[in-house]
């Protein structure tokens, strides 16, 4: 059986494994450090950054950080707050998050991250960057105005022969996730619904799919994320 | 208790936050006892009788006009607020942010399909008597000072009833996780 280790996380003593990430150790002591990149189970990127925590004082991303003995973490301090609160606003304001028309409005973790942040206007400038949006595929719709590079679909959705259907085109600022287009016209259905599934954002859409979900009936509506986890704060 | 006094208007927005106003239904006869409203659509008030308490702003600026109305709002009203996703980030408009202004005005006028072949003379208007349309459509707080916003398209009555009230009452605003909302 896996090492148990102790660590403190905002004055609480827990408990988790070695080899653990804070992020699910965290989770299984109720607490809910926000992401939007990282998914349970699969391998960690740290790409949002917004799982920024203090481990023994010094700024690390949660999410791909392995516990260790007797660490002292900082998850909500106002000044932590603030430092997600910022990039989510650096997102809103990066790309063209237009959610009144958008598909995924209700069901977004992004939009529900800002929710929970009490975001009502960014401290930041809109850019309305020009961005294209790929429609030419069968069963996806790809999105450049509202994806926010966090490599979810690149990690996760494969074919059965392990290729990749996602995968970076250009560099730098110009970067985007692009869709194999031969791979993408064979894409299962199964794998399709995941790719939609798993985008935190509208950045993948499944074709036919637009606005099933009345407003009141979506994920986001009622509950803002992450309040399952949540035993110690709120 | 001395009324205060409102002032509302529709910049480039679609008139949907000013009927979510409306849909505070019966809590319309308790906001006349708090309120007077001055320039406003409600009443039809065209202009500024005097200056007045509470100002709120529906839509984005998308031509000169619209910014000589938010100027002019700012220098009238001691609290502006930003009502609605329109005034708070441009809104739908704004998609045409991303777009070079001629490239829109030609798809509108000379190159649509619903144009292509019916304007012979390729005349895009620019009337003085227009408003010259900007390069951009501007979120208001980008033009103007905003004390504050309440977002949603549009923003549910409950969200604007709760605020007005505060503004009116000298209260701290209920902002419950339900009502506030982007879309």
């Known amino acids: ?234 | 208790m001395e009324k205060k006094v409102v002032a509302t208007s529709s910049l480039a927005g679609c008139f949907g936050c000013h009927m979510s106003l409306l849909d505070i239904d019966e809590r319309i006869l308790e906001l006349i006892e708090l309120v007077e409203f001055d320039k406003s659509p409600v009443n039809d008030v065209k202009k500024f009788s005097r200056r007045v308490d509470i100002g709120l702003i529906e839509g984005g600026c998308c031509n000169e006009e619209n910014v000589h109305v938010l100027k002019e709002f700012r220098a009238q009203c001691k609290v502006l607020v930003s009502v609605g996703e329109c005034a708070i980030m441009g809104g739908l408009q704004a998609i045409r942010n991303t777009i070079p202004l001629k490239e829109c005005l030609d798809e509108a006028y000379l190159n649509g399909p619903s144009v292509k072949g019916c304007n012979e003379e390729s005349i895009i208007p620019n009337d003085e008597e227009l408003p010259v349309i900007l390069n951009k459509v501007y979120p208001c707080h980008e033009i103007v000072k905003i004390d504050y916003h309440l977002p949603g398209c549009p923003p549910s009555a409950d969200l604007i009833w709760n605020a007005l009230r505060a503004l009116v009452l000298d209260e701290k605003m209920e902002m419950p996780y339900e009502l506030v909302k982007y879309d």
């Open chain 1, 1 to 234: 059986m896996n090492q148990i280790l102790k660590f403190k996380l905002d004055g609480v003593e827990c408990m988790g494994y070695k080899d653990q990430y804070i992020t699910n150790a965290a989770a299984e002591n109720g607490f809910y450090i926000p992401t939007l990149c990282n998914i349970p189970g699969v391998k960690p990127r740290g790409a949002c950054r917004i799982c920024n925590v203090r481990v023994n004082g010094k700024l690390m991303t949660a999410c791909t950080t392995p516990l260790a003995n007797g660490m002292v973490i900082e998850c909500q301090t106002e000044e932590l707050k603030d430092l997600r609160k910022a990039i989510i606003e650096l997102m809103l304001t990066e790309g063209n998050h237009f959610c009144p028309s958008c598909e995924k409005s209700g069901n977004c973790e992004l939009q529900a991250l800002a929710y929970r942040f009490n975001i009502t206007v960014p401290r930041f400038k809109y850019q309305f960057p020009e961005r294209d949006i790929e429609a030419s595929h069968p069963k996806l719709i790809k999105d450049h105005n509202r994806c926010i590079l966090c490599k979810r679909c690149i990690r996760v959705i494969k074919d059965e022969q392990g290729r990749n259907i996602f995968a970076f085109g250009k560099r730098g600022n110009r970067i985007t996730i692009n869709i194999d287009t031969e791979l993408a016209n064979d894409i299962s259905d199964e794998n399709a619904r995941m790719a939609y599934e798993i985008c935190p954002v509208g950045a993948i859409l499944l074709r036919e799919n637009a606005f099933r979900e009345p407003i009141g009936k979506r994920k986001f509506d009622h509950v803002p994320i992450g309040i399952e986890m949540e035993r110690f704060h709120k």
